[in-house]
């Protein structure tokens, strides 16, 4: 069974489109990110939410925005994507630990490379 | 602010050769520490961590111990195989946000390894 699952794996869109990148979790986890992985390999934490609460909000242009309709789910949405979008966005969960969060690992998704034209 | 530094890759090595790849830290307080592994095509995996100073957290044949007078966490393993050609990443998690837990993982550059039978 997947434990953390994206969809798509692949997305080649244009520049000015909005789209979708959608995540869930079957572990049971509270917590949940988006990563982006850029084209040499750097990652970068965009996101966090807990419970269906943003709890971690990197610089981020605006045109990006994370929803989470219950905490199994963390799906991103971009406006008027851009060609420095083109990254593979990866989504992760952890469980709430509360105070103890730092010592457990983080669970990742595939990926979802996107590809603006 | 928390940030990690990896040496620099790619790293290429003959089939049973010793690895290590080196990983300084910058943080306030006691992080815990990570070394993840992405496979190619795939999402991070843990691969093995240390939650406080002279911890050695192993896997799979690699090392890694937590070093708080160098701040060092320095990757090991004594033969590697083809299959463990991967990028590999130090990473670190110092901070808890809120109540809820949510923790936020700072990540070296990674180190692209390929070994050669």
């Known amino acids: 069974d997947t434990a953390v699952s994206q969809t798509p794996k692949y997305l080649v869109t244009q520049m000015g489109n909005d789209k979708s990148i959608k995540c869930e979790q079957n572990l049971g986890h509270d917590t949940m990110y988006w990563y982006k992985q850029d084209s040499k390999k750097f990652l970068k934490i965009m996101f966090s939410y807990n419970n269906k609460e943003l709890i971690i909000n990197e610089t981020v242009p605006n045109r990006f925005s994370p929803k989470s309709p219950d905490k199994a789910h963390l799906n991103l949405h971009i406006n008027s994507l851009e060609l420095g979008d083109s990254a593979v966005y990866f989504c992760?969960?952890?469980?709430?630990?509360?105070?103890?969060?730092?010592?457990?690992?983080?669970?990742f998704g595939p990926g979802t490379r996107l590809t603006v034209t | 602010g928390n940030s990690v530094t990896q040496m620099e890759g790619p790293v290429t090595l003959s089939e049973e050769a010793f690895l290590t790849i080196n990983c300084t830290y910058t943080a306030t307080g006691y992080p815990s520490l990570f070394w993840y592994v992405q496979y190619p095509g795939e999402g991070l995996q843990l691969l093995l961590k240390?939650?406080?100073?002279?911890d050695k957290g192993s896997n799979k044949g690699f090392e890694a111990t937590y070093r708080k007078e160098t701040t060092s966490f320095h990757l090991e393993k004594g033969s590697v195989q083809v299959s463990d050609s991967a990028v590999y990443f130090c990473a670190l998690s110092g901070s808890r946000y809120g109540v809820q837990g949510a923790q936020k993982l700072v990540f070296g550059q990674g180190t692209r390894l390929t070994i050669n039978p």
């Open positions: 992760a969960s952890s469980q709430d630990r509360g105070q103890l969060a730092a010592l457990f690992e983080q669970y």
């Open positions: 240390a939650t406080k100073a002279d």
